[in-house]
Nanobody, 117 residues
């Protein structure tokens, strides 16, 4: 069983930056994918980015060039560096874990990111 603990959300002005962190614990497979999804009010949950244990990454078009996902594999921790934030990035961000890309089966509790002046 895997547990995820997220941190780093908050309120930031447009154009600002935030970094989210997510630490996984429990029975961690050596081959896995960790990533981030988000859900804005009234919208469906969407993929933001993921990174496999082998280093493959995938980003939503809306965040390419602004967000960077990275991992510390020995610490089973994934990070999401978010730069040039826009009001439309406002959402609850969820950390995810799974064996296959784009098919997470463990979700974190979510952390709120609000971009507003």
């Amino acid at each position: 069983q895997v547990q995820l603990v997220e941190s780093g959300g908050g309120l930031v002005q447009p154009g600002g930056s935030l970094r989210l962190s997510c630490a996984a614990s429990g029975t961690i497979s050596s081959i896995n994918t960790m990533g981030w999804y988000r859900q804005a009010p009234g919208k469906e949950r969407e993929l933001v980015a993921y990174r496999t244990s082998g280093g493959t990454t995938n980003y939503a078009d809306s965040v390419k060039g602004r967000f960077t996902i990275s991992r510390d594999n020995p610490k089973n921790t994934v990070y999401l560096q978010m730069n040039s934030l826009k009001p439309e990035d406002t959402a609850v961000y969820y950390c995810t874990y799974g064996l296959l890309p784009s098919r997470p089966n463990v979700w974190g509790q979510g952390t709120q990111v609000t971009v507003s002046s």
